[in-house]
C-alpha cells in the first residue's frame, strides 16, 4: 500500500447500527455491505458476533458476498468473543477480528477494576488468541483520547509485538481537540517500537462536533486508517462522516493522502443507508445533505449561475448529484429567477424579467419556496408566454 493511502474502514453495520432504532436486520446488512464494497471501502466492520445469534448471523452471511473489502468482527477481550467472532468470519476472504480493551485511567479503575499492568497482559492475550485464528488482527484501545501518551505506547508495543496488524486509537468519547488529537498519534509514531510495521487508525467521536476534524489530524500526523459511518451515524453525537474525509483529501490534493473510494457513489450511499435505518440526515449535512449544494440568497444564485465555483468547491457530479439547485425564494434575485423560468420555458427579456419580478417578490413572501408551478402562475399572471 501506498505511504498516502488512507485505508476507509466503515463500521455503518456495527458502530452506525448503534443509534436507537436503526437497527438493521440481516438482509439489510447485506444490501448495505454489498453497496460498501462497491464504493470502495477497505474494511466491512460488520458487527460483534457474540452480542446476538442475529449479528453473529449477519456477520457470517456478510463474510460470503463481500468480494473485496476486509471483513471485520469486533470483539471484547476474552477468548469466547474472540472465537465466536472468528467462527462467524469463517466465510471471509479476508477476515479480521477487532479486539481491545479501555486503557484509560477510568476504565482501568473504574470499569475494569484493575491495574495499568493487568490491563496489559488482557491485551496481549487477546492478540495472541484472536492471532491464532486470522493473521489480521486489530487492537482498539478504548478512550485512548483520555489516556496518558506514555501509557498508551506502552501497550501499543506490547500488542505490536503479540502480533496485532492494525492499532485503533479511539477518542471514544469525542473529548479531544485536532491539535490534542494529532499530537497522540504523532507521539506513538515517535515513540513505539515497531510503529512502523502496523497501520494507525483514527476511530473519532463527534460529541463535540470534532470527529472529522479530529480524524484528518490524524492522518496528517502519521494515521493510515480512519473508522467512519456513512452519514456520520454512529453512538451518541455519531462518529466521523465517511463522505467528509473523503472528499476532504479529494479536494485538498495538497494533503498528498488518497482512497479507493468511488466519490461518485457518496449519494445514493448516503440515500441508501437513510433508507435501511430510517435515520435522516439534516439538510445541511455536509457533501450529501439535501441543500449542500442548494443556493437560495441572491448573490449567491448569481455567483453560481455564472461561474459555478464562485460559491461551491466541490463539483456535484463528483458524489453522484446531478446539478446544483438554485431555490427560489424572497431572498433570490432576477438572475435566479430568469434561470429558473428558462429551464421551464419562458426565454424572459430584460423588460419582461424587470416587470415580473417585483411580483415575484411579492408572492415569494407568502411561501418558503418557488416551485415550478408557481412559476408558471406567475408568467400566466404577467401575461408572459413559454417559447
Same mark, same amino acid.
Given at each position: 500500500?501506498?505511504?498516502?493511502?488512507?485505508?476507509?474502514?466503515?463500521?455503518?453495520?456495527?458502530?452506525?447500527?448503534?443509534?436507537?432504532?436503526?437497527?438493521?436486520?440481516?438482509?439489510?446488512?447485506?444490501?448495505?455491505?454489498?453497496?460498501?464494497?462497491?464504493?470502495?471501502?477497505?474494511?466491512?466492520?460488520?458487527?460483534?458476533?457474540?452480542?446476538?445469534?442475529?449479528?453473529?448471523?449477519?456477520?457470517?452471511?456478510?463474510?460470503?458476498?463481500?468480494?473485496?473489502?476486509?471483513?471485520?468482527?469486533?470483539?471484547?477481550?476474552?477468548?469466547?468473543? $474472540?472465537?465466536?467472532?472468528?467462527?462467524?468470519?469463517?466465510?471471509?476472504?479476508?477476515?479480521?477480528?477487532?479486539?481491545?480493551?479501555?486503557?484509560?485511567?477510568?476504565?482501568?479503575?473504574?470499569?475494569?477494576?484493575?491495574?495499568?499492568?493487568?490491563? $496489559?497482559?488482557?491485551?496481549?492475550?487477546?492478540?495472541?488468541?484472536?492471532?491464532?485464528?486470522?493473521?489480521?488482527?486489530?487492537?482498539?484501545?478504548?478512550?485512548?483520547?483520555?489516556?496518558?501518551?506514555?501509557?498508551?505506547?506502552?501497550?501499543?508495543?506490547?500488542?505490536?509485538?503479540?502480533?496485532?496488524?492494525?492499532?485503533?486509537?479511539?477518542?471514544?468519547?469525542?473529548?479531544?481537540?485536532?491539535?490534542?488529537?494529532?499530537?497522540?498519534?504523532?507521539?506513538?509514531?515517535?515513540?513505539?517500537?515497531?510503529?512502523?510495521?502496523?497501520?494507525?487508525?483514527?476511530?473519532?467521536?463527534?460529541?463535540?462536533?470534532?470527529?472529522?476534524?479530529?480524524?484528518?489530524?490524524?492522518?496528517?500526523?502519521?494515521?493510515?486508517?480512519?473508522?467512519?459511518?456513512?452519514?456520520?451515524?454512529?453512538?451518541?453525537?455519531?462518529?466521523?462522516?465517511?463522505?467528509?474525509?473523503?472528499?476532504?483529501?479529494?479536494?485538498?490534493?495538497?494533503?498528498?493522502?488518497?482512497?479507493?473510494?468511488?466519490?461518485?457513489?457518496?449519494?445514493?450511499?448516503?440515500?441508501?443507508?437513510?433508507?435501511?435505518?430510517?435515520?435522516?440526515?439534516?439538510?445541511?449535512?455536509?457533501?450529501?445533505?439535501?441543500?449542500?449544494?442548494?443556493?437560495?440568497?441572491?448573490?449567491?444564485?448569481?455567483?453560481? $449561475?455564472?461561474?459555478?465555483?464562485?460559491?461551491?468547491?466541490?463539483?456535484?457530479?463528483?458524489?453522484?448529484?446531478?446539478?446544483?439547485?438554485?431555490?427560489?425564494?424572497?431572498?433570490?434575485?432576477?438572475?435566479?429567477?430568469?434561470?429558473?423560468?428558462?429551464?421551464?420555458?419562458?426565454?424572459?427579456?430584460?423588460?419582461?424579467?424587470?416587470?415580473?419580478?417585483?411580483?415575484?417578490?411579492?408572492?415569494?413572501?407568502?411561501?418558503?419556496?418557488?416551485?415550478?408551478?408557481?412559476?408558471?402562475?406567475?408568467?400566466?399572471?404577467?401575461?408572459?408566454?413559454?417559447?
Amino acid at each position: 500500500m501506498s505511504k498516502n493511502r488512507v485505508q476507509i474502514f466503515d463500521t455503518t453495520l456495527r458502530d452506525g447500527e448503534q443509534v436507537p432504532g436503526c437497527k438493521l436486520n440481516t438482509n439489510q446488512k447485506i444490501i448495505i455491505a454489498e453497496q460498501l464494497d462497491t464504493l470502495g471501502v477497505d474494511v466491512i466492520e460488520a458487527g460483534f458476533p457474540v452480542s446476538s445469534p442475529g449479528d453473529f448471523k449477519s456477520v457470517e452471511e456478510v463474510s460470503k458476498i463481500v468480494k473485496n473489502a476486509t471483513v471485520c468482527g469486533l470483539t471484547r477481550a476474552n477468548e469466547n468473543d $474472540i472465537k465466536v467472532a472468528a467462527q462467524s468470519l469463517k466465510y471471509a476472504k479476508r477476515p479480521r477480528i477487532h479486539t481491545g480493551i479501555g486503557t484509560s485511567e477510568s476504565h482501568i479503575k473504574y470499569k475494569f477494576n484493575s491495574t495499568p499492568e493487568q490491563i $496489559i497482559e488482557r491485551a496481549v492475550n487477546a492478540v495472541k488468541y484472536a492471532k491464532s485464528f486470522v493473521e489480521d488482527v486489530e487492537f482498539y484501545a478504548e478512550d485512548a483520547g483520555r489516556t496518558n501518551n506514555e501509557y498508551l505506547a506502552r501497550v501499543c508495543e506490547a500488542v505490536i509485538k503479540a502480533g496485532a496488524t492494525v492499532l485503533n486509537i479511539p477518542d471514544t468519547t469525542g473529548y479531544c481537540l485536532p491539535e490534542e488529537y494529532g499530537a497522540k498519534i504523532k507521539y506513538l509514531k515517535e515513540n513505539v517500537k515497531g510503529i512502523d510495521n502496523v497501520i494507525l487508525s483514527c476511530h473519532c467521536h463527534n460529541d463535540l462536533g470534532l470527529a472529522t476534524a479530529n480524524a484528518m489530524a490524524g492522518v496528517q500526523n502519521g494515521a493510515r486508517q480512519i473508522e467512519c459511518t456513512i452519514n456520520g451515524i454512529g453512538e451518541r453525537a455519531g462518529n466521523t462522516a465517511l463522505e467528509e474525509v473523503v472528499m476532504i483529501m479529494k479536494q485538498h490534493p495538497n494533503l498528498n493522502l488518497d482512497t479507493n473510494i468511488n466519490t461518485q457513489m457518496l449519494f445514493s450511499t448516503s440515500k441508501m443507508v437513510q433508507e435501511h435505518m430510517g435515520m435522516q440526515v439534516q439538510p445541511n449535512k455536509a457533501v450529501v445533505g439535501d441543500n449542500a449544494f442548494a443556493h437560495s440568497s441572491g448573490i449567491h444564485q448569481d455567483g453560481v $449561475i455564472k461561474n459555478r465555483e464562485t460559491y461551491e468547491i466541490m463539483d456535484p457530479a463528483d458524489v453522484g448529484v446531478t446539478e446544483s439547485s438554485i431555490i427560489l425564494t424572497a431572498r433570490s434575485g432576477r438572475a435566479a429567477l430568469a434561470y429558473r423560468a428558462k429551464n421551464i420555458g419562458y426565454e424572459l427579456t430584460k423588460t419582461q424579467l424587470d416587470s415580473v419580478y417585483p411580483e415575484f417578490l411579492k408572492f415569494a413572501d407568502t411561501k418558503k419556496e418557488i416551485i415550478d408551478n408557481d412559476i408558471h402562475q406567475l408568467m400566466e399572471i404577467s401575461k408572459v408566454v413559454n417559447y
